[in-house]
């Protein structure tokens, strides 16, 4: 199985300051086609999960241009250009390169 | 639009059967695959498999193969999973998630889930 790892578990932002998560797995998301099948969702407190980024890098519609995604090979990055209140959550990246899916062990995002 | 829509929570004895429904509404329900995914109190998410809603075929994560059973109802629009021989470890949240699949790209990513369900499981 691919292993999924993210860092920090825990981020503390204050409003308007940018946020960052890192994804790693445990071997090469890149797909025969050349896309990297590694997605990010947020589970905002109280709900089910919401699809925010997938491939990579391309945003689901609906979510804000202040996310982003970006990375390679087994090494990624969520990006949150000014965080705001509505952000709070966990924060979780998911390989659907090969089942079984996994996922990382989540990062909770919190307001300072 | 798309609305999946869960069955309530239950409370089963160690060793007893569950069956969950995912009723979904808003989109043809046979061209979009069902994923099942399990949430423990407080830890990440675990993916339990998938149905192909339209042939029934089923994959599941090696994890449950043994205990899993999903079904469904194409008349219904129902979604099933039903999980037997359950333990105190199974105790969590089970969302059913709708796959949306880009044939361009071959990726497949959940983009719509149920409210989820909570399955509570003690003597």
């Known amino acids: 199985d691919i292993v999924m790892t993210q860092s920090p578990l825990t981020l503390p932002v204050t409003p308007g300051e940018p946020a960052s998560v890192s994804c790693w797995s445990s071997?090469?998301?890149?797909?025969?086609?050349?896309?990297?099948?590694l997605d990010w969702y947020l589970q905002k407190p109280g709900q089910s999960p919401q699809l925010l980024i997938y491939?990579?890098?391309n945003r689901a519609s609906g979510v804000p241009d202040r996310f982003s995604g970006s990375g390679s090979g087994t090494d990624f990055r969520l990006k949150i250009n000014r965080v705001e209140a509505e952000d709070v959550g966990v924060y979780y990246c998911m390989q659907t390169l090969q089942t079984p899916y996994t996922f990382g062990q989540g990062t909770k995002l919190e307001i300072k | 639009q798309v609305q999946l829509v869960q069955s309530g929570a239950e409370v089963k004895k160690p060793g007893a059967s569950v069956k969950i429904s995912c009723k979904t509404s808003g989109y043809t329900f046979t061209t979009n695959a069902i994923h099942w995914v399990r949430q423990a109190p407080g830890q990440s998410l675990e993916w339990v498999g998938w149905?192909?809603?339209?042939?029934?075929?089923?994959k599941y994560s090696q994890q449950f193969q043994d205990r899993v059973t999903l079904s469904r109802d194409t008349s219904a629009r129902i979604a099933y999973m039903e999980l037997s021989s359950l333990r105190s470890e199974d105790t969590a949240v089970f969302f059913c998630?709708?796959?949306?699949?880009?044939?361009?790209?071959?990726?497949?990513?959940?983009?719509?889930w149920g409210q989820g369900t909570l399955v509570t499981v003690s003597a």
């Open positions: 998630a709708r796959e949306d699949y880009d044939i361009w790209s071959a990726h497949i990513k959940f983009d719509s």
């Open positions: 149905i192909n809603t339209g042939n029934g075929d089923t």
């Open positions: 491939l990579g890098s």
């Open positions: 071997q090469s998301l890149l797909h025969t086609n050349g896309y990297y099948y």
